[in-house]
């Protein structure tokens, strides 16, 4: 009998995939021609499904980037790369130089999005281009690093996002096309949904997951509507009942993902504290407050400890740093390092206070809490206990360290309070006279909303002091709430004078926003201001603490969840006045306390129970936190003790994961061969692959010269089988009649049955199931051990995989060489032929 071989699903050994590599590409199944093949819409419906999915998903980073003026480059550029692929597979360039082109692709718009002025032509780069890259780069670390969430769209991190959603459109590209996984091109999707998962409060969001959803559905459905099935060679798109399955099984597993969320923790309000930096595992560095101030308030735990006590008649805030600089979208701490002094022995605030003074005593003992801003309570006049060299600032008393930080000090702070009255600030009309300029300048570029809302409130206000008391009951009215979510889920959370914008007209905020509205509005009306940074009065520990000549005094503590806010009114003669705007939060002092509420208003003064007395009841009173009982141990925030096991737990089984992956991949494999396999010819055919897999999982690699007899007679007398006679016959009968199957199907007459055979032919799971039994129970436990969780027909596929690329190069390049090698020996040869004919 003449055996005639019939086209395989596979290149290579015919009808075998040798460790389950992936299927051909598109343009290589059987009966096509692939230089001749018509490309058609196919690289063009996909670059639309891959930029739909990318570009879709980027829509979740809103909330992540302030507003939306980030959103136009991102999809420029989500579409110049998505359809330069598109375009050079239509002109039928091998897959490296189409990944080459799309790279070029994306550094030209990068290029010319971001460095026009200093590019060639607009598009070019050039070495302006690389000083300028260093500069958004550093920018953009900065970024990453130290702003809270929603950040300012900067140049530097809206580069950052387009160069990462230009090569994660690459990357979804190559995986849904040339290697033919689509299914694994959603890890690039999801690549772009866990930062808005990570760090927003409302997580993803709809419209991103829905039109992430929506392009990773038109990816897999453009794959399966165009390629053939690799096993019958029928198209999928004339199969409806395939078509109907995978939209039922697209419905449920969509229908799973919206239903789980609900149920895992984090996902219905984001894996990490609503507003997180975007580096959300590094530790706020304390360099910037007013950007890790709402990540202290939004912390679950109260991390960074600090315990203190004080005999001042009502606990005090402790202030870290001030903030005078209100220009800009991100205000910050100016350390004014050319004029600050050294030592904080003596420190003198440069003003006599016509007030009465209190001289204050306060031990402070930081614990872990790390900064470079020494917490004290103002205005400290010396310092004492500090190891490392600290300075200060004349112009605000902030003390700050020079070689050393807040973590484990323990020092005494020598304070002075003036004690302040209503009639004393109202009679504080004159100029404000040496007062540091920085503390009187208008910001620039002020909205018209807070310039009309400033003018507004203080209408009818004929002194410094009644503007002031305007504007704090303007922000306490009932019309203002008090929320740390309202700012992140509306994107206007951090400060700067947009910030503030948004929230005069929403109207909800945290201390951040009332502090810098009232100190903005106040400049505004003629009254220097200024805004600190530090923590409201804390809570009792029920202890005391004794300082020499002071005797015992209470103790309190503030931690992470105290971190607040406000702003400081200069009044002449009388110093820097601190006043409270943020209801709920903190003390308003009988200064600026109203003689009456307004009818249904409530002052929310020490509503939240932040302090064991206010200015009514100024006698601190130690008992307010009840001690624990004796041998009992204080019980602990059973958050802060799950947290850490599960984040544990969740590593370990994600390593797990990762070490398990070959196993559950050759598991899978199997699987699918054996049980996924329709019509009796492709049942032997898939029994067959999975044979030589199983011998190369055990020593007995086939080789590509070999044929099936050959490869099945070697395998046989190996001796990995068994001897032939007894008990071991059943496997060594089934590798025989495998082989026979498949040498029937591959190369046997074209089968007559309507299913592809003439004759049934039985299932060879059983007989698969005898070879593994066979090859298990005569090989060694470490042979046994590497077949089951490092399979090397399985190892040797990833490794193909992995080097595909880096193949094809040798490739291209040595056929580049072969045919620069031709033309050079043609040249040669006209050379030749002309010197020849010229020397007859």
Not at 193 to 203: C, E, H, R, T
Not at 213 to 223: R, W
Not at 441 to 456: S, W
């Amino acid at each position: 009998m003449t055996l005639t071989p019939q086209r395989s699903a596979h290149s290579g050994q015919p009808g075998v995939s040798a460790g389950g590599g992936a299927p051909p590409g598109p343009g290589s199944f059987p009966g096509t021609r692939r230089a001749r093949t018509k490309v058609g819409a196919q690289p063009w419906l996909m670059a639309l499904a891959v930029a739909v999915a990318v570009g879709g998903a980027a829509l979740s980073l809103n909330g992540v980037l302030r507003g939306w003026a980030w959103y136009s480059p991102v999809l420029s550029t989500v579409l110049t790369v998505a359809f330069t692929l598109a375009g050079l597979r239509a002109l039928r360039w091998r897959s490296v130089f189409v990944m080459a082109g799309a790279l070029g692709a994306l550094a030209l718009i990068l290029t010319f999005t971001f460095f026009r002025p200093q590019s060639i032509l607009g598009f070019i780069p050039s070495g302006a281009t690389m000083t300028q890259l260093g500069r958004y780069v550093r920018r953009a670390s900065e970024t990453v690093l130290g702003e809270s969430a929603p950040v300012a769209p900067n140049a530097g991190i809206v580069l950052l996002v387009c160069a990462a959603l230009g090569l994660l459109v690459i990357l979804v590209d190559a995986l849904a096309y040339p290697l033919a996984m689509p299914a694994t091109s959603g890890l690039g999707i999801l690549a772009i949904l866990i930062v808005p998962a990570m760090i927003k409060p409302q997580s993803v969001g709809a419209l991103g997951f829905a039109a992430a959803a929506a392009g990773y559905l038109l990816i897999l459905g453009c794959s399966h509507w165009f390629a053939p099935d690799p096993r019958t060679g029928a198209d999928t798109a004339r199969n409806p009942g395939q078509f109907r399955r995978g939209a039922v099984i697209g419905a449920v597993a969509l229908t799973v993902t919206l239903l789980l969320q609900l149920v895992v923790p984090g996902f219905d309000q984001g894996t990490f504290p609503q507003g997180s930096r975007l580096n959300p595992f590094g530790s706020a560095s304390g360099l910037n407050p007013m950007i890790s101030l709402g990540n202290s308030l939004r912390s679950p735990t109260g991390d960074g400890r600090i315990t203190f006590a004080t005999n001042a008649p009502s606990t005090p805030y402790l202030r870290s740093v001030t903030v005078d600089n209100f220009n800009g979208d991100n205000w910050a701490p100016d350390d004014r390092d050319d004029t600050r002094r050294m030592g904080t022995g003596r420190m003198d605030p440069g003003f006599e206070s016509i007030a009465t003074e209190v001289r204050v005593v306060t031990a402070v003992n930081t614990g872990q809490f790390t900064s470079p801003y020494l917490p004290a309570p103002y205005a400290p006049e010396a310092v004492n206990g500090l190891s490392g060299r600290w300075s200060w600032d004349p112009a605000t008393l902030s003390i700050k360290g020079v070689d050393a930080n807040t973590r484990d000090q323990q020092y005494v702070v020598l304070s002075v309070a003036p004690q302040l009255t209503p009639d004393l600030l109202a009679q504080a009309t004159g100029p404000a006279q040496g007062v540091p300029e920085q503390f009187i300048r208008t910001p620039d570029n002020v909205p018209e909303i807070v310039r009309t809302t400033a003018d507004a409130v203080t209408a009818g206000s004929t002194t410094a002091y009644a503007r002031a008391m305007a504007i704090q009951r303007y922000l306490r009215s009932v019309d203002f709430t008090y929320s740390l979510q309202s700012p992140v889920q509306g994107g206007y959370d951090g400060n700067g004078l947009s910030v503030l914008a948004d929230f005069l007209t929403q109207k909800s905020g945290y201390c951040i926003h009332f502090a810098s509205a009232m100190a903005v509005m106040a400049r505004l009306e003629g009254i220097p201001s200024r805004i600190a940074v530090g923590y409201a009065p804390g809570r009792s520990t029920g202890a005391t603490v004794s300082i020499g000549g002071q005797g015992a005094l209470p103790e309190y503590e503030v931690d992470a969840r105290d971190a607040h806010a406000w702003p400081e009114l200069y009044f002449q003669g009388l110093g820097w006045v601190p006043f409270e705007p943020t209801p709920s939060r903190g003390v308003v002092p009988s200064y600026a306390t109203e003689a009456q509420a307004p009818s249904g208003a409530s002052t929310n003064e020490n509503n939240d129970g932040l302090l064991p007395g206010n200015s009514a009841n100024p006698t601190p009173l130690p008992n307010v936190a009840p001690l624990p009982l004796p041998g009992s141990a204080p019980q602990a925030d059973p958050v802060s003790v799950m947290l850490p096991v599960l984040y544990s737990a969740g590593a370990l089984l994600f390593l797990g994961l990762v070490l398990a992956s070959p196993h559950l991949a050759r598991t899978a494999l199997r699987r699918r061969r054996l049980n996924g396999a329709r019509g009796h010819g492709a049942a032997a055919l898939q029994a067959w692959a999975e044979l030589r897999d199983l011998a190369m999982d055990y020593g007995v690699a086939p080789q590509t010269s070999e044929t099936p007899r050959h490869f099945s007679e070697r395998l046989r007398a190996a001796g990995a089988l068994g001897e032939p006679g007894g008990v071991d016959a059943d496997s060594h009968q089934a590798v025989k009649s495998l082989t026979v199957d498949f040498e029937r199907r591959q190369y046997g007459r074209p089968p007559s049955g309507p299913d592809g055979d003439a004759t049934p032919e039985p299932s060879g799971a059983h007989r698969i199931a005898a070879v593994s039994a066979a090859l298990r129970s005569h090989a060694g436990p470490l042979v046994r051990f590497r077949a089951a969780w490092l399979p090397p027909s399985i190892m040797a596929a990833w490794r193909r995989a992995a080097t595909a690329p880096f193949r094809a190069a040798r490739r291209t390049a040595q056929s580049t060489r072969r045919g620069l090698a031709r033309a050079w020996s043609r040249t040669r040869g006209a050379v030749r032929r002309v010197r020849w004919l010229r020397r007859s």
